[in-house]
Structure formats: C-alpha cells, structure tokens
C-alpha cells in the first residue's frame, strides 16, 4: 500500500507540474497576442501610435484613443490607464488631447488622465503607480458633496528626459521643463524649471543645474561610468568576476594574499 501510494502521489506531482506549465505557457501567449502594437491595435483606435511602441496586457482603461497620440519606441507597462476627455464616446474636436512624445516609458499601474491638453515629451521614464491629470475636483460650494461639483480643468506638460519617480502625483496645470527629476511620492504643482529635482508634498526644489555651478548641492555620489562601446557581455563578466576577485584578496590577513595565490612562495 504504501508503494502504491508513493506512485499515485509522483503521478499527481507530475500532473500538477504539466499543468502548471501548460498555464504559463498559455499565459505568455496570451499577454504576446493581446500586446498593442502599431501593426497589432487590438480594440483601439489611437490617433498614431508609433513604430516600436507597446502596450503591454492587461492594459488599463482606455478611451478616447481617436484624441490620443504615441510616439515611437514608447513602453506602456501593464495596467496603464490612458483617457482622453471626461468619459467614453465624447467628440473632443480636431486636435490631440493626450501626446506621448518618442520613448516614453510608463511604469505599472500608472494613470495619465487628460480632459484638456495633457503632453509628455520625448524619453520621459515614470515609476509605477504615477498619476498625472488635467482635472482635479473643486469644494467651493459647501452645500453639494464634493463629487457632484464641476471639476477644474488645467493644461499639464512634462518636458523631454524627465524621471517620474514611483507613486508621485502630477497636479493640473504643472509644467515640468526638461530633465526634471521628480522623487518618488511627489505632489507637484505649478512650474518646475529645467534640471531641477523636486520631492515632498507639495514638491519643492531641493537640488539644481547651473551651467556655471553645476549641481548646487553638490551632490553626493561620482557620476556613473558608462560601458564602453564595443564591449561584449563576456568581456564585462571576466570584468566583474576579476574585481570580485581584487575584493577578495584584498579582505584577507596582510601576506596571505601571496600564499594563497597560484605559485605564492
């Protein structure tokens, strides 16, 4: 009895992991075939959406996609909400709500709201969980829930090369210059200048560029070094095992590094 129970549960065990497989590999074929492409637009029907872009599945809500421009080699992660206009099936006239310069990338779970016009520029990367609206709601009426009262409406823009850092909160009517850095959690408002880095809620800025002094502060860690052309990912392995190697000799007593070391007298 036991021999056979041993055999039963190997065969379950087997079944299981079959069916594990056979679940994933659906599920890969599924978020392959479901991926929004240029050549691919599944539902949607985007105003352009560029050579390269991807909107990976599940995507978010989407409407309004007739006023919503994508550039080229943009990536839209999973569960990205993207609406143009306050509902479905509205006529929002001639010219784009929603643009997305080329290589934007937009993080998991993240919602970029337009009702009016809403722009981000060129290699802009966000965080997942970012929010950026056009709209936000109004309480001047005491007497009327704050739901029910009409919402104001103001133009927001993120210029090119800006960083959205996880969970930061673009208000209406913010105007982030080029290469803003924004920390993550942010609530930011209004103006931002260029090359600037903002955090807290509100977000204020706490370090900038200055073309004749630099980063004021100064900041706190070397630039990194970038790889060098033509290096190929073997040669940065040997690279990195080698220096792994330097910190291990160098972590041993003083004279056991020689001793240790092939040929060491």
Not at 25 to 47: I, K, S
Not at 157 to 170: D, K
Not at 225 to 254: F, K, M
């Amino acid at each position: 009895m036991p021999t056979n129970q041993n055999v039963f549960s190997s065969v379950a065990a087997w079944r299981r992991r079959a069916v594990s497989r056979a679940v994933h590999r659906g599920a890969r074929w599924v978020r392959q075939a479901a991926a929004v492409t240029a050549e691919r637009p599944g539902p949607y029907r985007f105003r352009r959406i560029g050579a390269g872009t991807r909107l990976a599945y599940p995507q978010g809500t989407v409407f309004g996609d007739p006023w919503i421009e994508i550039g080229d080699h943009c990536i839209i992660a999973q569960d990205v909400t993207l609406t143009a206009g306050m509902m479905p099936d509205l006529d929002l006239g001639p010219a784009p709500i929603l643009t997305l310069g080329n290589g934007v990338v937009l993080g998991r779970g993240s919602h970029v709201i337009a009702d009016v016009r809403l722009t981000i520029g060129d290699d802009c990367f966000f965080g997942p969980g970012v929010y950026v609206t056009t709209t936000n709601h109004s309480y001047d009426d005491p007497d009327v829930p704050v739901g029910k009262q009409w919402p104001r409406t103001d133009p927001v823009s993120i210029g090119p090369g800006s960083w959205i850092g996880t969970g930061a909160v673009i208000l209406p009517g913010a105007r982030l210059g080029r290469n803003v850095v924004v920390a993550a959690g942010a609530v930011v408002r209004g103006a931002v200048p260029d090359h600037a880095v903002v955090a807290g809620a509100p977000a204020r800025v706490v370090r900038s560029w200055d073309r004749e002094t630099g980063w004021q502060p100064p900041l706190r860690t070397p630039p990194p070094v970038p790889v060098p052309e033509g290096v190929t990912p073997e040669q940065l392995l040997a690279l990195a095992e080698h220096a792994a190697a330097g910190e291990a000799d160098r972590a041993l007593p003083d004279g056991s590094a020689a001793d240790a070391a092939p040929g060491g007298s």
